[in-house]
């Protein structure tokens, strides 16, 4: 039997360049500052929509924090317990970053239900001009990650969380201007209930993303049933089994099979050309870098078990 296998480069597989770290640390800088700020205003205040933006914050501060942890871990070198070092590490940081979204969210679906029995007062003012600058921080914050390479899904979640937190700026704002104009106290639970739903619509995203990769789900670039019938059409292929794809961190899939080859191949040592043609065929149609492949002679299908 012959084996196979392949590491392409050519990709920064998980591990952030510099200029990412910076743009990370940048943005926690300014979200954290303004975020302190906010609390102290929500409290006087007494706006839950501004109290909700500070927790929503606050997760962002965690999800950036998270990222920059990822980074550092996905950096380390592979070892011979950990083969594929910690590259893993940015796709847990996602995870937490979507199940930290639905916790805040839960707590202010409870908090929000019970303000529209009773609605409070709230300072109209206060409101708006903090949500103004919240509006400010947090474009200054998207601009900075969204420079940053959100291909990584560590980085995506932290885009995420700071990109929702402006949306629910933007509706506080309205939610103020309506308190001022009006008088009308629960808009600013209405704004608020608003922000749960871009919670939970990102922390869905993420949870979704995060856990394909962790349960060892085909990439969803990577059609399997379209990769078995490319295998097939090569040349003295006949047949393919054990066929696995995954993916072991944002941008990094991988693929293993076997395949059963016609006996000559093994005879005529055809088989060294045969592995390069079915891995550059993967390589150019699917971006699979990282392939095994394992060549079986037809005779050999009695001896294994497992088969599938």
Not at 19 to 45: H, P, Y
Not at 237 to 251: E, F, K, N, P, R
Request: hydrophobic content about 55%.
């Amino acid at each position: 039997m012959g084996a196979g296998h392949d590491h392409g480069g050519g990709h920064q597989h998980g591990v952030a360049a510099d200029a990412d770290r910076r743009l990370l640390w940048s943005a926690l800088g300014l979200l954290a500052a303004f975020m302190v700020g906010e609390v102290v205003v929500a409290l006087v205040s007494g706006s839950l929509a501004l109290l909700s933006d500070a927790a929503h914050m606050l997760s962002d501060v965690g999800a950036i924090g998270a990222a920059l942890w990822a980074m550092r871990l996905a950096a380390r070198p592979a070892s011979l317990v950990w083969t594929y070092g910690f590259k893993r590490a940015e796709i847990l940081a996602a995870a937490v970053n979507g199940i930290t979204l639905l916790v805040v969210a839960g707590m202010l679906t409870v908090e929000a239900v019970r303000r529209l029995a009773d609605p409070p007062d709230v300072a109209g003012g206060a409101v708006v001009v903090v949500a103004i600058v919240g509006c400010v921080v947090n474009v200054a914050a998207v601009a900075l990650l969204a420079r940053a390479n959100r291909s990584s899904l560590n980085v995506e979640g932290a885009y995420q969380h700071v990109l929702t937190d402006l949306y629910g700026f933007i509706g506080t704002a309205i939610a103020g201007v309506v308190i001022l104009t009006t008088g009308w106290m629960p808009a600013d639970t209405i704004a608020t209930l608003l922000v749960v739903v871009l919670m939970l619509h990102a922390a869905w995203g993420l949870l979704r993303q995060s856990g394909r990769v962790l349960l060892e789900g085909a990439p969803e670039h990577v059609e399997l049933a379209e990769v078995r019938a490319d295998l097939l059409a090569v040349d003295h292929v006949l047949d393919v089994h054990d066929l696995h794809a995954w993916t072991i961190t944002s941008g990094l899939p991988a693929l293993t099979a076997h395949l059963v080859v016609e006996d000559g191949c093994f005879q005529d040592g055809h088989t060294a050309a045969l592995l390069a043609e079915v891995q550059q065929a993967l390589h150019a149609k699917f971006d699979v870098e990282h392939s095994t492949f394992q060549f079986e002679p037809v005779a050999h299908a009695s001896s294994e078990t497992g088969r599938h």
